[in-house]
């Protein structure tokens, strides 16, 4: 094999790179880098302040149900999942992420379904029914047990943070599954498979304006 040069591929690099797109993602970038303290903006503007404390520690859920799981109630897997959730949702005091789970599998000693945290109130909310004439849902019901999703609630972050909120929502969610997944390998069997953004969020019945979908695991026993 023929070792390239360095210069080989910056040339290839150059000739390849997509002028138009690298500039629009510049000046996205660019729009949502902070510009100011946003501590020193919250101070004076006593809406968002009071609305911060009112959300301060909470995680965003569904605002209605179908049916709900008391957490003390729930199979130890899910259990496990919703405590490793809460112990890192406990260390930011701002929450834009709405985790939702899936339960593709009547053996978890609750329904099949679509399912957001309730911390405060200790419940597992059924929100969504799974409709099995889904093609995208087919393989997945197949092969995994759970999934655990991160969407970004987009009017949230951008009401208290502006057009950096964006960018500081994605971090989040970033650390959030890093360290949640971190912990879930030791007794889970995890996978990460490419999903489609936009009808994910549709199959999981959320709002496309309001939800931005930025990952998702798959969960199975652990072999």
Request: hydrophobic letters at 40%.
């Given at each position: ?64 149900f ?10 130890e ?41 309730d ?35 987009i ?8 057009r ?15 360290k ?44």
């Amino acid at each position: 094999m023929i070792a390239m040069s360095s210069n080989y591929w910056d040339e290839a690099k150059s000739m390849l790179l997509d002028d138009k797109a690298l500039n629009d993602v510049l000046k996205f970038h660019q729009n949502t880098t902070r510009i100011t303290d946003i501590n020193s903006v919250l101070g004076k503007d006593e809406i968002r302040s009071t609305w911060i404390e009112e959300k301060r520690g909470r995680v965003i859920h569904a605002d209605t149900f179908l049916k709900r799981y008391s957490f003390d109630e729930l199979h130890e897997s899910l259990w496990h999942i919703t405590n490793v959730l809460k112990h890192y949702i406990d260390t930011d005091s701002l929450n834009f992420t709405l985790p939702v789970l899936g339960v593709f599998k009547d053996q978890f000693e609750l329904e099949t379904g679509f399912y957001t945290f309730d911390f405060e109130n200790r419940y597992l909310v059924k929100y969504q029914e799974i409709d099995d004439s889904v093609e995208l849902l087919q393989p997945i019901r197949r092969e995994f047990h759970l999934s655990l999703s991160f969407f970004l609630s987009i009017e949230e972050a951008v009401f208290i943070l502006g057009r950096q909120g964006y960018r500081d929502g994605l971090v989040q969610i970033g650390e959030w599954f890093g360290k949640v997944t971190s912990h879930l390998t030791l007794v889970h069997w995890l996978r990460t498979i490419f999903i489609p953004d936009q009808p994910w969020t549709y199959v999981l019945g959320l709002n496309l304006r309001k939800q931005f979908h930025i990952k998702t695991i798959f969960i199975g026993e652990k072999k």
